[in-house]
Each structure stands twice: as structure tokens, then as C-alpha cells.
């Protein structure tokens, strides 16, 4: 892991969370309400935030990304959540292009377009199993 000079720690890794996908991924109801679906979400990422997902040990950065009617859920401890002010996946993709340079960007997605979109960034892919678990 490199050493963040700014506060001579090590970078965490970013995990970018999208969020509209891996709510769809499984049919709980989340359509009744998409808020609230992602509000529990977000709330599961704590842990992830502190243990990591398969093949990426904790802790990470968690950035949840949610659109349309999950627009304006509030950033807890250990997640910050940002509002898609357009489409999530163009949103998602520049979240991975702007990671540091020497930071590892994982996307959680089964979207295989965005999958391609980010590794064009240098992120790779994990689908949303890596994360329903958690909490």
C-alpha cells in the first residue's frame, strides 16, 4: 500500500458503490422505496468500510452513488454518499478517474458497460454480492 504524503498514512483504497445496481440486484421490494432501500444500503457499508470485500481488505474509502429518487440521502461514519446530479454511471465513472493516482479503485456493479468504462480508468469490478452481505 503507498503512503499518502499528505498524511503519512497509508492511501486507502476507494470502493465506489453503485448504489441503483445493487439495490436492483435483488427483489426485496427496494421499488416501493428507493430511499429508504438505499438508506439501508449505505448503512450496511459501514462495515465494508471497515472490513474491506473479498479480494480487498479493509479499511476503504466508501462512495455510494445514488440517483433519481435516492437523490439527497445523508453521508453516514465511514460512507460518503453522493447524488448523481445526472446519470449514475457517468457519475460513477468520474468518482474512478479521480481516485489518486496510487490509490486502488474497486467498482461494485454487475453493469457490464460500466465495468468496461471504468477499467478504461484503471478501476476493476466486483459484482454487488461483494457487498449485500455485509451488516
Known amino acids: ?21 445493487v439495490v436492483g440486484s435483488v427483489p426485496d421490494g427496494w421499488w416501493r422505496d428507493r430511499r429508504g432501500a438505499a438508506e439501508r444500503l449505505r448503512d450496511r ?4 468500510a471497515e472490513e474491506g470485500v473479498p479480494g480487498l481488505g479493509g479499511p476503504v474509502d ?20 453522493e447524488s448523481a446530479p445526472g446519470n449514475g454511471d457517468d457519475h460513477i465513472v468520474a468518482v474512478a478517474a479521480g481516485a489518486a493516482p496510487d490509490q486502488e479503485c474497486v467498482v461494485v456493479t454487475a453493469d457490464r458497460e460500466l465495468r468496461e468504462r471504468v477499467a478504461a480508468h484503471g478501476a476493476r ?9 455485509a451488516g
Open 62 to 81: 466508501v462512495v455510494l452513488v445514488v440517483e433519481g429518487a435516492a437523490r439527497g440521502v445523508e453521508p453516514v461514519a465511514g460512507v460518503r454518499v
Open 125 to 133: 469490478s466486483v459484482g454487488p454480492r461483494a457487498v449485500r452481505g
Open 45 to 48: 457499508l459501514v462495515r465494508v
Open 1 to 21: 500500500m503507498e503512503t499518502d504524503p499528505a498524511s503519512a498514512g497509508p492511501v486507502r483504497p476507494l470502493l465506489v458503490v453503485d448504489g441503483a445496481n
